[in-house]
């Protein structure tokens, strides 16, 4: 290998590793702060109830539509402080079933409404700017349409609002289907340690962190304060979360409270869902910090969000990465450093026991087992490497300005099949398995040339993209046109009970009589 090219490969390597270590570091120092006793908090709410809205932003989705409403609908809270709006911005049979579903509700005196746009614009954020401004309520809860909230879950939320400036509230992620495969599983760590050590580190530290789209309360003065729900990024939820706390508004996190979701277990849906994550991300950093870093907050705020903002960043650094470990230990061979062959050995795990300790406390906070934990973190840890292809150019393009439009993760629900194709996977699936041949190549060489301090680097990334790459190959299914347990019309009433993933424990149909009384008693 000539001398330039190898001194470029070895600076090259250095300059990503310089970037990427501290995001590794980040995780620790995260995990630390969530170690600290969290804010007293009011225990309950007193006087008067207040209004309450709950939003359901729906779009094309029939698998999970009714259980949702289903479990809005049951919500306990006094009826006449409790509205519930069904967003729905569908083009599909969703629309009817919803229809019929929020009907049923209404004729037992719930007071739920459906509400139907013209057009789509603004995606989700246009569907909750919309609603906001039909809304009774003082407070505003968002569920997605996945979520099954447990009946006291407003109840729970509303005491922190006690607080002066507290504007939102947001419960951790609970799942529904974390043991279908060995891609849920890695989910539910991945979200895990987000919400007890990211969310839980930032609010115990009074840094700034965010909603996360569903699962959490507004106050609606704070809505409106921060200027409302926007479009031009393709996360709202984190762009207005830090423009109401740039405004002066608290944020609480409830580590205790869960609300149930379902996890997407297909490769496809799942990726969908990071890549808006990870473009949402980029578009917001570059919308917000300059501001941020203008203003008058602290310098651990600062610091904090432009970690946060622009984490996703990580993608590109850790699949250039990837590509630079077995040309960075031939040119340290060519260069006569085989003293330092070693170091990628000390890379290897300067990089992964932080993510390996971040990943295997956050089982521990959910009592797993050791024997199911420790393959799932190494699981985990390939899963984020093989991301970094599909969101490599997702975080590209959100660093270029550019979009690539709000695309919503398919649902499953209880009809067993998603409900359809969400577009062609198949240059990110191109990629992951071009990746993953790369890989698979680096290590046959670096054993023949007995770089064995490189290997475990490079087995690690073989994995992660051969495992999303494979997945990728499977077909989306387009399912039943209408899910298993929805009602067909003329089928006794008792058919159309509430919907639920499993029976929702303290899930309960109120009758016209019970709302009266409830009413009565409010």
């Known amino acids: 290998m000539p001398e330039l090219l190898a001194q470029t490969i070895i600076g090259l390597s250095l300059a990503v590793l310089a970037l990427l270590l501290p995001f590794a570091a980040h995780r620790t120092y995260l995990l630390l702060l969530s170690r600290r006793p969290p804010p007293e908090l009011p225990r309950r709410w007193s006087g008067r109830l207040p209004p309450v809205t709950v939003q359901l932003p729906l779009y094309n989705e029939a698998p999970v539509a009714r259980r949702v409403i289903d479990a809005a609908c049951s919500l306990d809270y006094p009826a006449r402080a409790l509205e519930i709006q069904v967003l729905d911005d569908s083009t599909d049979e969703t629309v009817d079933l919803v229809a019929r579903r929020v009907a049923w509700w209404r004729a037992r005196g719930v007071n739920v409404c459906h509400i139907r746009r013209r057009e789509r614009s603004g995606f989700k954020a246009g569907a909750l700017a919309a609603g906001v401004r039909r809304a009774q309520g003082e407070f505003l809860l968002v569920l997605d349409s996945d979520f099954v909230p447990e009946p006291d ?10 607080l002066p400036r507290v504007g939102m509230v947001q ?4 799942h529904l289907n974390e043991d279908a495969n060995w891609l849920t599983r890695a989910q539910s760590l991945l979200l895990d340690g987000h919400f007890f050590f990211e969310h839980g580190g930032r609010y115990r530290g009074g840094l700034f962190f965010n909603f996360n789209g569903t699962a959490g309360m507004w106050r609606r003065e704070c809505l409106e304060d921060a200027g409302g729900w926007q479009a031009d990024t393709l996360t709202e939820d984190l762009d207005i979360s830090y423009r109401a706390q740039m405004r002066g508004w608290r944020f609480v996190f409830l580590e205790d409270i869960g609300v149930p979701a379902e996890l997407p277990d297909q490769t496809g849906a799942f990726e969908i869902q990071q890549r808006r994550w990870s473009q949402g991300g980029i578009q917001t950093a570059r919308k917000l910090l300059p501001e941020l870093l203008r203003g008058p907050w602290p310098l651990s705020v600062k610091k904090e969000a ?25 040119a340290r061979r060519a260069l006569g450093g085989e003293e330092f062959l070693f170091i990628d050995l000390v890379v290897f795990f300067l990089a992964t026991i932080p993510f390996v300790i971040y990943y295997a406390a956050a089982g521990r906070k959910r009592n797993r087992p050791w024997g199911d934990l420790v393959p799932s973190v190494a699981v985990t840890l390939a899963t984020g490497v093989g991301l970094t292809a599909p969101a490599t150019r997702a975080v590209l393009r959100g660093l270029a300005g ?3 439009g709000f695309a919503r993760t398919p649902k499953k629900g209880s009809g067993g099949v998603f409900r359809e194709r969400p577009g062609s996977q198949t240059p990110d699936t191109l990629f992951k398995l071009a990746m993953a041949t790369v890989m698979s190549l680096f290590v046959g060489a670096a054993m023949q040339a007995q770089l064995y301090a490189s290997i475990p680097f490079l087995m690690l990334f073989a994995v992660g993209y051969w495992s999303l790459g494979v997945g990728g190959l499977k077909r989306f299914g387009t399912g039943p046109r209408i899910p298993q347990q929805q009602r067909v019309e003329g089928q006794p009433e008792e058919e159309n009970r509430p919907e639920g993933p499993r029976p929702l424990a303290g899930l309960q149909v109120r009758t016209q009589t019970q709302v009266r009384d409830e009413c009565e008693a409010a």
């Open 153 to 162: 879950l407003v109840r729970k939320l509303l005491p922190p609002f006690r």
């Open 171 to 174: 419960a951790r992620w609970d």
């Open 306 to 330: 432009v970690i946060h903002l622009c984490g996703h960043i990580a993608y590109p650094l850790t699949l250039l990465l990837g590509l630079l470990i077995y040309p960075s230990a031939l």
């Open 402 to 404: 550019r979009s690539d």
